[in-house]
């Protein structure tokens, strides 16, 4: 076999390795969220936060020093990570309150809007560049989130806004990400980010704070292992995949809640929820696919 037939070969094998580690995490992030949604009708969401970091810590710091070695571990920007800490836990909360009121099909479609916000805030705050094209799927996936939160109309509900504020506060997070800079990698900042959930949510924990049932450990465990599992698997996916092909699949979270809202509450978001949903995802894997092409066309050595 020649190298010139290998090399495709081997690039086609990491992308399909690339594409299932996100399916998979997404499916666990899912799962994460579903159990957070059924713990949400008892708990408060902090406490619900505060468990969830206290447990995933351990695990994360573990695999950060497993693929990274103890100078992940480092940082030159503990005040950024406190900050994106905190926004993170506002955002994770409004997104655990509109679980309670929205189907979690719903939830999730209108949170992903969040890539929408990170392309019209980095022309806002970074002045970056924005071609027409994407500022056209940027208009199409508000669209989307207007035909699923319609307002003025009997069919809204104000909870709808708490998954689209933290859609906001998850692209401001991602806006923050770029004070940080290129010398502290993914693990860095995801180690940083479980550490400023887990001390943010506890400076208003003593004011909500509920002792656990013993029933529902296994649902507080499940939150943190999942999302941890997940966020280790998505994190594989974009490593050892190409970004523009392996982004999209972020997407089949849609699927996934649309099947757990179904089986654990009998959820069925109506035919407004799906259009505005299609329009949401097809707006964020245009997004998706166009900027990491247009990365890849700028790292690319120029040829005689």
């Known amino acids: 076999m020649s190298t010139s037939t290998a090399l495709p070969a081997a690039q086609n094998h990491s992308a399909i390795a690339g594409i299932a580690c996100v399916v998979g995490g997404i499916f666990f992030l899912t799962l994460s969220d579903a159990n957070a949604k059924w713990l949400g009708a008892s708990y408060n969401p902090l406490q619900i936060l505060f468990l969830r970091a206290l447990i995933a810590l351990p695990f994360v710091m573990t695999l950060a020093l497993w693929l990274g070695g103890r100078r992940v571990l480092r940082t030159a920007h503990p005040g950024l990570h406190l900050a994106r800490g905190a926004i993170n836990v506002v955002s994770a909360c409004c997104f655990y309150l509109g679980l309670r009121a929205l189907p979690l099909a719903e939830a999730t479609a209108i949170a992903f809007a969040a890539p929408l916000f990170v392309t019209a805030l980095s022309v806002l705050i970074l002045k970056e560049r924005v071609d027409g094209k994407r500022w056209l799927a940027v208009l199409a996936g508000f669209a989307g989130v207007l035909i699923v939160v319609r307002p003025g109309t009997?069919?809204?509900?104000?909870?709808?806004?708490?998954?689209?504020?933290?859609?906001?506060?998850?692209?401001?997070?991602?806006?923050?990400?770029?004070?940080?800079?290129?010398?502290?990698?993914?693990?860095?900042?995801?180690?940083?980010?479980?550490?400023?959930?887990?001390?943010?949510?506890?400076?208003?924990?003593p004011w909500v704070w509920r002792a656990p049932a013993m029933d529902d450990l296994p649902y507080f465990g499940a939150v943190a292992l999942f999302s941890t599992l997940g966020l280790a698997l998505i994190t594989q996916g974009f490593r050892i995949g190409p970004a523009s092909v392996v982004a999209p699949f972020d997407y089949t979270g849609l699927v996934w809640a649309t099947i757990l809202g179904w089986i654990f509450w009998r959820e069925a978001p109506d035919a407004y929820?799906?259009?505005?949903?299609?329009?949401?995802?097809?707006?964020?894997?245009?997004?998706?696919?166009?900027?990491?092409?247009a990365k890849a066309r700028t790292r690319r050595p120029a040829t005689a």
């Open 154 to 205: 009997s069919a809204f509900q104000a909870a709808t806004l708490l998954p689209l504020t933290t859609a906001l506060l998850y692209a401001v997070m991602m806006i923050t990400a770029r004070g940080i800079g290129r010398g502290e990698g993914m693990l860095t900042t995801t180690f940083y980010i479980v550490l400023g959930q887990l001390v943010c949510s506890a400076v208003g924990l």
């Open 273 to 293: 929820a799906y259009l505005g949903a299609l329009f949401i995802a097809g707006s964020g894997v245009y997004i998706a696919v166009r900027e990491a092409r």
